[in-house]
């Protein structure tokens, strides 16, 4: 069996690529993606704890995790649909015209 470490450190290396994917892009999809990564990062987390542990809540909790993923995902799409529809671009920076 794998050592515990080796997935923390698996798992903080996603979550370092999905933060500097949020960080430094300005394309919705990239944002949704790395939003991806970064919980993809606590499910392996999740897993591993529940490994190590020998109890199942943490992949019962990382499946309600990925259900959770996927609604982002949805309403993220949509979002994207209509920045693209009204500025024909999914840059973040210029939906600021949209505000009140």
Request: include cysteine; charged fraction near 10%.
């Amino acid at each position: 069996m794998i050592a515990a470490k080796y997935y923390l450190l698996l798992s903080a290396a996603v979550f370092c690529i999905g933060l500097f994917g949020i960080l430094t892009r300005r394309n919705a999809l990239i944002f949704l993606m790395s939003i991806e990564l970064m919980l993809n990062a606590a499910n392996i987390n999740l897993v591993a704890f529940s490994a190590q542990h020998g109890n199942l809540s943490g992949q019962v909790f990382s499946l309600f995790t990925m259900a959770l993923a996927a609604a982002e995902v949805a309403v993220g799409i949509g979002i994207i649909l209509v920045l693209y529809r009204n500025f024909d671009d999914v840059d973040v920076t210029t939906a600021t015209s949209m505000r009140w």
